[in-house]
């Protein structure tokens, strides 16, 4: 009986366990059922935010079109691979895999994910072929995804680069008109919510937090068929003449429009590897000596100040002008001519006497108001103002100099602009390289000195002109050459710069066309031999891509009837 009652449990300790045990019995149903019943958004929140995430939508860049609307520069979708090294790194296989179909250094890839292994997001690699996109998703690998990006291309390859420019691995615009307007191309991505599996797969779209916006397009000025035959042509004289580099600039005079722009060396945008040397767009942001495609412009600014007219004696003899220590020499000694045979011989003493009997504000201010020393507002990045003192700090000499395009430096696309305001009768507008900009003439000279100096243009290309090279069958051109001697440490050296401008047609101008070439070799460098035949053979084709008709317009139809026989 003893050892009974020892072996008994208390009944209030038992009572008192059996009350514990039914409360957290009791607990525990409550809890569940409120979890279950009462939370249910609460366990469904945790539950997805172990596997939600805000992912970016991306948006296609804007297209970059010619002025017909052919393309220049688009977008196009393609896949991009990433991983999350913790999940990767755990199958060393898998590693092996993946390399193998991108074709890298399994131990490379390694390597890389380990460094990186604190991360959930790494590259691996951008812009896959859309074949090699679809290997690696067939194998199905732990940790590694594929991501909708957009691949920038460029159907005109190096013939527009230098104007388009182009983006980087991210698509943000890093040279020319890509850069310029990258905030108006890009767009901005979306933001959306998605429920991924424990692979990283996503299974469900939950919801758009932000709305993508793409990118808006640009239509340019420059028309693709001068573009390419602006660039053909520069290429093959900048090769025919062993020259360092090369621009052609081409402007609707009525509009201001840059129909071409092209520039040698260039570059391919669609290769990975750019050579630095050829990414500059030259015609914009170089600078040089013009030599005597200034000349227009110094008679010009005399015809307005009312010292010359196109008829007043000039006396040249001997060829050479002293002032001081300098001497100024012609080609030859044309004797005493008239100011209109200075513009056609290209007479530096002719021009030197010209300019010195100008007040030089008055010679300034002409040169000022065609634009040089100033940027020519087209927004494009890096363009240069050039270089133009002052001239309240002139020497004699360097009004001289001025005079003939020595002493100030501009841009290939400042002269093309300051020439079509001679075209245009002294209208000057601004350089525009987007279609239908708001682009206001304003007169810079008056009509009637414009359109003397350009009958006296006209003579250039006549038979004792220097540019007979630019001549343009059945039409007539007005124009200048220009030969300058490259600056250097020393002084100037035997290198030079040729170059030529004008417009066509000269009854009713409507093209100007800007031709410099840098540094020719193999014994030829005058402009007149240089760059005035590639003026004249890239006036025709884009006088006949415009159907823009000639000058003696009745003639060659007359001639044409003629030949097929029927009424002239």
Do not use: C
């Not at 239509?219 to 001068?226: A, E, G, S, V």
């Amino acid at each position: 009986m003893s050892e009974e009652r020892e072996s008994a449990i208390p009944a209030p300790r038992l009572y008192a366990f059996l009350a514990i045990v039914l409360l957290g019995s009791v607990a525990l149903a409550a809890r569940a059922f409120n979890l279950q019943i009462m939370e249910t958004e609460f366990l469904k929140e945790q539950g997805e935010a172990r596997f939600m995430r805000e992912v970016e939508i991306p948006v296609r860049r804007g297209n970059i079109l010619d002025r017909n609307g052919e393309p220049l520069a688009v977008s196009t979708p393609v896949d991009s691979v990433w991983v999350n090294p913790s999940d990767l790194l755990q199958s060393p296989e898998d590693i092996r895999r993946l390399a193998e179909v991108l074709g890298a250094d399994a131990e490379e890839i390694e390597r890389r994910l380990t460094q990186r292994a604190q991360r959930e997001f790494v590259w691996l690699k951008r812009r896959l072929h859309p074949d090699l996109a679809a290997e690696i998703d067939a194998l199905e690998l732990p940790g590694v995804f594929l991501q909708k990006e957009y691949r920038r291309f460029y159907p005109a390859g190096e013939i527009a680069s230098h104007v388009i420019g182009f983006t980087n691995i991210d698509d943000i615009g890093q040279e020319g008109l890509e850069l310029a307007y990258n905030d108006w191309l890009q767009g901005k991505p979306g933001v959306k919510r998605v429920i991924r599996d424990r692979l990283g797969r996503t299974v469900e779209h939950a919801e758009i937090l932000r709305e993508p916006v793409p990118g808006q397009d640009i239509q340019l000025t420059i028309d693709r068929r001068l573009q390419y035959l602006a660039y053909r042509e520069l290429k093959r004289t900048v090769l025919k003449h062993g020259a360092r580099s090369g621009m052609v600039v081409v402007l609707d005079i009525q509009t201001g429009e840059v129909l071409a722009m092209v520039n040698r060396p260039s570059y391919n945008p669609n290769q990975p590897n750019i050579d630095s040397e050829g990414l500059r767009n030259r015609a914009v942001t170089d600078v040089f000596e013009p030599g005597s495609v200034m000349k227009p412009f110094s008679v010009a600014s005399a015809l307005e100040a009312g010292i010359i007219s196109p008829h007043s004696p000039i006396d040249t003899t001997p060829g050479k002008l002293r002032i001081g220590r300098y001497t100024i020499s012609d080609f030859k000694n044309y004797g005493p001519i008239d100011v209109t045979k200075v513009i056609t011989k290209s007479s530096n003493v002719g021009a030197t006497k010209i300019a010195l009997e100008l007040e030089p504000e008055q010679m300034w201010s002409t040169y000022d108001r065609f634009g040089f020393g100033t940027v020519t507002g087209t927004g494009f990045p890096g363009e240069s103002a050039g270089v133009l003192r002052n001239h309240k700090r002139w020497r004699r000499v360097e009004q001289a100099t001025l005079s003939y395009g020595y002493g100030l430096s501009v841009t290939a696309l400042q002269l093309a602009s300051a020439f079509a305001a001679l075209a245009d009768e002294g209208r000057m507008r601004r350089p525009s390289l987007i279609k239908g900009a708001n682009n206001p003439a304003v007169t810079v000279i008056d009509p009637q000195i414009a359109r003397d100096v350009s009958a006296m243009m006209e003579t250039v290309t006549g038979p004792e002109g220097t540019g007979k090279g630019a001549r343009v069958p059945n039409y007539r051109v007005s124009g200048k050459t220009g030969t300058s001697r490259k600056a250097s440490a020393a002084g100037y050296a035997s290198r030079y710069i040729a170059s030529f401008a004008g417009y066509v047609p000269s009854s009713n101008p409507r093209l100007v066309g800007i031709v410099v070439v840098n540094d020719p070799t193999g014994g030829e460098y005058y402009g007149g031999a240089v760059a005035a035949p590639l003026f004249s053979t890239v006036m025709t084709g884009a006088l006949r891509l415009l159907d823009i008709p000639p000058d003696n317009y009745e003639q060659v139809l007359a001639h044409a009837g003629e030949q097929a026989g029927g009424e002239p």
